[in-house]
């Protein structure tokens, strides 16, 4: 019987086509009044320095918790030196409080996420997302759209230090959360996740278009889930 629900953030909960925007204007509104250079600077240097940190993501060299820390670190420096301002001494501690501030306030949900996520919780469901993304991100993109408190834990790969890709990391969570394979499941947008999630046992969703093949079953929409379980 399913109790839990683990959830794939961006593609799933969050639309990503709507968070560069935000995130560009943020960025600026943040960072401007602390370090200096003009708000409207900081943007392109965001767009700049994030192309840059996903390109390292590629070949980590690292855990988890150690490559969010420092690719955010070189994430900031990157930017300063894009804006023509110094970077701080304590970029590792100012590029964390500025990720989770701006994040706190990019709302940008998938359509019905809020709606389906109370009705899941007010159904008995524990939620949780499993995203490759860090938890202080996902955390802050959920509470901008008001939905965190409906979360028992947003697992990102920093809190199970383990990267998702592979069945380790479901394996992970599950431990983690002190839950059963067999009473959980998964909804997620790229079928490699799901194959790595039904090797652990979990029971998959794929969040899809009607229509597109998959080996998982394919919801068009949350709301579909609500009806499924």
Request: proline share 5%; net charge positive; charged share 25%.
């Amino acid at each position: 019987m399913t109790k839990c629900i683990f959830f794939d953030a961006a593609g799933v909960l969050l639309d990503t086509s709507a968070m560069q925007t935000q995130w560009q204007r943020l960025i600026g509104e943040f960072l401007a009044p602390r370090l200096g250079g003009a708000p409207s600077a900081w943007g392109p240097a965001n767009a700049y320095a994030v192309e840059r940190m996903w390109a390292r993501y590629r070949d980590p060299r690292g855990t988890p918790r150690e490559t969010h820390e420092r690719l955010r670190r070189l994430w900031l420096r990157e930017m300063c030196e894009k804006v023509g301002v110094p970077s701080p001494r304590d970029a590792g501690a100012l590029a964390e409080e500025t990720y989770g501030w701006v994040a706190a306030r990019v709302a940008a949900p998938m359509p019905g996420v809020a709606g389906a996520m109370r009705s899941l919780k007010a159904r008995g469901f524990r939620l949780f997302t499993s995203t490759a993304q860090a938890s202080l991100e996902i955390g802050g993109y959920l509470k901008a759209i008001e939905v965190r408190e409906l979360f028992d834990e947003t697992y990102g790969t920093d809190i199970i230090d383990r990267w998702k890709t592979n069945a380790a990391f479901y394996r992970r969570i599950l431990e983690h959360a002190g839950v059963r394979a067999e009473d959980a499941v998964t909804v997620d947008d790229q079928e490699r996740c799901l194959d790595w999630a039904k090797r652990a046992g979990l029971r998959t969703f794929r969040f899809a278009p009607r229509g597109t093949p998959s080996s998982h079953d394919v919801i068009g929409a949350l709301s579909e889930l609500v009806e499924r379980l």
